[in-house]
Every structure is written in C-alpha cells, then in structure tokens.
C-alpha cells in the first residue's frame, strides 16, 4: 500500500486529464459526423 500511494499521485492527475480531454473530443466528434451525414441533403438543395 505505501508505494501505491505515490504512484496513484504521480499518475493520477495526467490520467484524469487525458479522460478529459477523451470526452471533449467525442463530444466534438459526433457533432463532425452528424455534419457529414447532413451532407449528401445539403447538397442536393
């Protein structure tokens, strides 16, 4: 348990992070491909 502790404080924070920064980018990927699929009706008009 004693050298868990640091290694949970040394990796914890990019981990966290990274998990972020995970879901701010699907959330901006789903906006690209619901853009792409509205594409073919758009084009159209």
């Known amino acids: 348990m ?3 502790m640091p290694f949970i ?3 914890g ?3 966290a992070v ?4 995970l879901y ?3 959330i901006k990927l ?3 491909i ?3 699929q ?3 009706e758009r084009m159209r008009n």
């Open 9 to 11: 404080q040394e990796v």
């Open 24 to 26: 701010r980018i699907e």
């Open 38 to 40: 509205n594409l073919p």
């Open 34 to 36: 619901q853009s792409i």
């Open 18 to 21: 990274t998990f972020y920064l």
């Open 13 to 15: 924070f990019p981990i």
């Open 2 to 4: 004693e050298t868990l």
């Open 30 to 32: 789903d906006g690209v």
